[in-house]
């Protein structure tokens, strides 16, 4: 029993070793708390990986759609004082179903009244009787003063039953069943029309690159997209923006969350206003007022932004305001590649390739930021005026040293001249 108690002993113990071993082993899971950044750097290298790939996520979508929902709206009432609006913005089997129940409504309410009337006339207590003159010819019960209802609020009228000129309140029933009806299909048809002519639809044939670049153009770096439209209608009008989406912290601490800022893509020289005839490729100049000033390209990955652009103009057959929109965050911003082109001269006419749209290819980039590639210009620029007025300045020195020597050689030679004359004499 002593030795089968000293195994049982023996047994736990390498359990409780190898358990202890394995929870020395198993990878522990760190959560991230607000670390200073020197704590941050000092994280390991699988955690920092982790981080990366993380998901990011949009401000705006890639279909145009803002991620973003409203909550806790407890002033409600609002939406009702633009019932129209409302109307408008819901979605079509909410719309239908809303359109289909308010003529129902409207056609049970009157046919209601209706009825009431032939009851509290009698009508219903004389129907076999031909002496009797009814409010409504033909009426004998609900369902035929629904009907009847119906046919007065649509204009139908299949002449079977007719309101009598024995009825004063028929008829004021009957005007008020006209004036309503008419607003009442004022009202919904307008919402269906507007609902249908919207130009939501027209902005799914207005394409936006999948990645944006960052490359050189004209001995400067620039980050470029390309649009496109898919119609032979033009979009008249067109004008393009973009916005940088990033969080950012004040001087005095304040946390600004989503903070926007604007993205100059031509607005002062009037490249933002395209003719949209072909997809054109959309350029923003990394300068000193770009948000991309001190980006370089291993930075990049780092930061967590997102670029919206918004594509606006006038539909060409109806005449309405059309925008497009999409966006990109930083795992789709491509670090030195350019656009593949995609319009070729036919016999005739010019031809886009579609296929060839999203696709780029790589070209040389320098990996600096401008900000830094601005600098090293500057450098280079300044030994180079700093050797030129040094060597301009030397020159000056030459000359005057030989004027100088030429002078004390002129002097020299007129005392030699002097003692040769008076030796002579």
């Known amino acids: 029993?002593?030795?089968?108690?000293?195994?049982?002993?023996?047994?736990?113990?390498?359990?409780?070793?190898?358990?202890?071993?394995?929870?020395?082993?198993?990878?522990?899971?760190?959560h991230q708390p607000k670390l200073p950044k020197q704590a941050r750097d000092d994280l390991p290298k699988h955690i920092s990986r982790d981080r990366a790939k993380r998901k990011i996520q949009r401000y705006v979508r890639k279909d145009g759609k803002c991620n973003v929902h409203h909550g806790n709206v407890r002033e409600t009432y609002r939406y009702l004082t633009d019932i129209f609006t409302t109307l408008v913005d819901l979605k079509w089997r909410f719309n239908l179903l809303i359109f289909v129940m308010v003529y129902t409504v409207t056609w049970l309410f009157f046919g209601m009244i209706w009825w009431l009337i032939a009851y509290i006339r009698g009508d219903m207590d004389h129907i076999e009787d031909p002496t009797w003159t009814p409010c409504v010819t033909n009426l004998n019960g609900f369902v035929s003063a629904f009907l009847f209802s119906?046919?007065?609020?649509t204009t139908i009228g299949y002449g079977y039953r007719v309101i009598t000129d024995k009825c004063?309140?028929?008829?004021?029933?009957?005007?008020?069943?006209?004036?309503?009806?008419?607003?009442?299909?004022?009202?919904?048809?307008?919402?269906?029309?507007?609902?249908?002519?919207?130009p939501k639809k027209r902005a799914e044939t207005?394409?936006?690159s999948t990645h944006a670049v960052i490359s050189m153009r004209d001995g400067?770096?620039?980050?470029?997209?390309?649009?496109?439209?898919?119609?032979?209608?033009?979009?008249?009008?067109?004008?393009?923006?973009?916005?940088?989406?990033?969080?950012?912290?004040?001087?005095?601490?304040?946390?600004?969350?989503?903070?926007?800022?604007?993205?100059?893509?031509?607005?002062?020289?009037?490249d933002d206003r395209l003719f949209l005839v072909s997809p054109l490729i959309i350029s923003h100049e990394i300068n000193q007022q770009s948000p991309f000033w001190e980006i370089s390209k291993a930075q990049l990955p780092k930061e967590e932004l997102e670029i919206v652009v918004i594509l606006e103009g006038m539909v060409e057959a109806t005449g309405m305001t059309c925008q497009a929109r999409s966006s990109y965050v930083t795992s789709e911003i491509l670090w030195g590649y350019r656009f593949t082109p995609v319009l070729t001269l036919e016999d005739g006419f010019y031809e886009v390739d579609?296929?060839?749209?999203?696709?780029?290819?790589?070209?040389?980039?320098?990996?600096?930021?401008?900000?830094?590639?601005?600098?090293?210009?500057?450098?280079?620029?300044?030994?180079?005026s700093w050797s030129v007025s040094s060597k301009l300045n030397h020159h000056a020195e030459l000359e005057t040293e030989e004027e100088k020597n030429h002078e004390e050689q002129t002097e020299r030679n007129g005392d030699v001249t002097k003692l040769e004359n008076e030796s002579k004499v």
């Open 206 to 208: 207005l394409v936006f």
């Open 220 to 270: 400067k770096l620039c980050l470029m997209f390309r649009v496109g439209d898919l119609r032979n209608s033009h979009i008249v009008e067109a004008s393009i923006r973009a916005k940088l989406i990033k969080s950012k912290q004040t001087t005095e601490g304040e946390f600004i969350p989503l903070n926007q800022t604007d993205i100059n893509v031509g607005y002062y020289t009037g």
């Open 168 to 198: 004063p309140e028929g008829i004021i029933l009957l005007l008020v069943q006209s004036v309503l009806g008419s607003i009442v299909n004022a009202f919904m048809v307008g919402c269906m029309f507007v609902k249908i002519s919207q």
């Open 1 to 30: 029993m002593v030795t089968m108690a000293k195994l049982t002993e023996s047994m736990t113990n390498v359990l409780e070793g190898d358990s202890m071993e394995q929870d020395v082993e198993s990878p522990v899971t760190i």
């Open 150 to 153: 119906i046919e007065t609020e």
């Open 354 to 384: 579609y296929n060839s749209f999203h696709e780029t290819y790589e070209t040389s980039t320098p990996s600096l930021s401008a900000k830094e590639l601005a600098e090293l210009s500057n450098r280079a620029e300044l030994p180079l």
